[in-house]
């Protein structure tokens, strides 16, 4: 079982930055692919970033390329998502989750989730 905390979301002006940081409990967290998530008003959930098991392999959204970067600290059991050049598009609550596939991390599809921590970037 794998419990996962989400923070560091807030209020931002437009071209800010915000680091998210997810914590997980157990110790099985370095056995599994780690993903960054989105979730805008009246939208479906999508994904933003994933990172391998050991960190040697990372993909993003191309909404984010280049201005965010996902990163993990499997001494720490955490997973952060660095996030610059904010934009107002960027405002939805953020999740992250945790599988053993990468390739369903990139799909949305997920055996743990977090609760999501809100991000809102004003013009």
């Known amino acids: 079982q794998v419990q996962l905390v989400e923070s560091g979301g807030g209020l931002v002006q437009a071209g800010g930055s915000l680091r998210l940081s997810c914590a997980a409990s157990?110790?099985?967290?370095?056995?599994?692919?780690m993903g960054w998530f989105r979730q805008a008003p009246g939208k479906e959930r999508e994904f933003v970033a994933v990172i391998s098991w050991n960190g040697g392999s990372t993909y993003y959204a191309d909404s984010v390329k280049g201005r965010f970067t996902i990163s993990r600290d499997n001494a720490k059991n955490t997973v952060y998502l660095q996030m610059n050049s904010l934009k107002p598009e960027d405002t939805a609550v953020y999740y992250c989750?945790?599988?053993?596939?990468?390739?369903?991390?990139?799909?949305?599809?997920?055996?743990?989730w977090g609760q999501g921590t809100q991000v809102t970037v004003s013009s």
């Open positions: 989750g945790a599988d053993r596939s990468y390739s369903r991390v990139i799909a949305t599809i997920n055996e743990y």
């Open positions: 157990g110790r099985t967290f370095s056995s599994y692919a």
